[in-house]
């Protein structure tokens, strides 16, 4: 097993609501914005929540194995997401064992409301974005959910975490902000995620530092690259 953030994306639903700090500068409201003047048809409603269920069976069309990020332009558990869809979306990537599939989500109450009533093929992995200490409840959330693989977005990282519990965890990402009212990173934020790593044998891969225009990708922390750890 090994990181990987960069894939296909899948978006059968777009558009979402901001739920905590770590939304703030969100860009895939920006995204849809700019998709909406450029009359993207996904995007007529720019960032209102909208479900695409022509766009559930994208990803049996493709044989050669992927990765997709599932809906980077929204939260497959959003408050709005019926149900019966969500069951949809997992029942299209049980179909599809060839391919690899990374949900991200805010909304771990949900998260662990709907797990019961999806089957988590080991091709399903989840994740949940932890912004601050403040969040860290998210990680417990996760970790009762079955997904074979589950793991962590600390971005944007907007503040430091201590005492991280990573029981149950296989990798954790690690990023600041971008874009034009980006909050600043601090490196001992990143050392303390990553020693926490170390220490408990879990992936970690630095995304970026905070910026309008950050380096990105496994830049050069301490004098070397921590981009895939231990």
């Known amino acids: 097993m090994s990181i990987q953030i960069l894939g296909r994306r899948w978006n059968p639903v777009t558009g979402c609501t901001k739920i905590s700090p770590g939304c703030r500068g969100c860009y895939a409201a920006s995204f849809a914005k700019r998709l909406q003047g450029m009359k993207n048809k996904r995007y007529v409603n720019a960032f209102q929540l909208t479900l695409h269920p022509d766009l559930l069976d994208v990803p049996l069309k493709r044989k050669k194995p992927e990765t997709y990020f599932v809906n980077s332009m929204s939260d497959l558990y959003h408050k709005d997401v019926p149900l019966d869809f969500i069951q949809k979306a997992f029942s299209v990537m049980g179909q599809c064992p060839q391919h690899t599939f990374q949900i991200l989500t805010k909304r771990s109450d949900l998260l662990v409301q709907h797990a019961p009533h999806v089957t988590w093929g080991d091709n399903v992995w989840q994740g949940v974005s932890v912004e601050s200490q403040d969040y860290v409840f998210r990680i417990d959330d996760m970790r009762k959910v079955p997904a074979k693989i589950r793991f962590i977005y600390f971005e944007p990282l907007i503040g430091p975490i201590t005492n991280l519990n990573l029981d149950g965890i296989h990798w954790a990402v690690v990023g600041g902000e971008s874009g034009p009212s980006w909050r ?29 225009h950050p380096e990105s ?12 750890i231990p």
């Open 184 to 212: 600043p990173l601090e490196k001992q934020w990143v050392r303390d995620i990553r020693d926490a790593c170390v220490a408990q044998g879990v992936k970690f891969f630095f995304k970026q530092y905070a910026g309008l």
């Open 217 to 228: 990708l496994g830049r050069e922390l301490d004098g070397r690259e921590w981009s895939q």
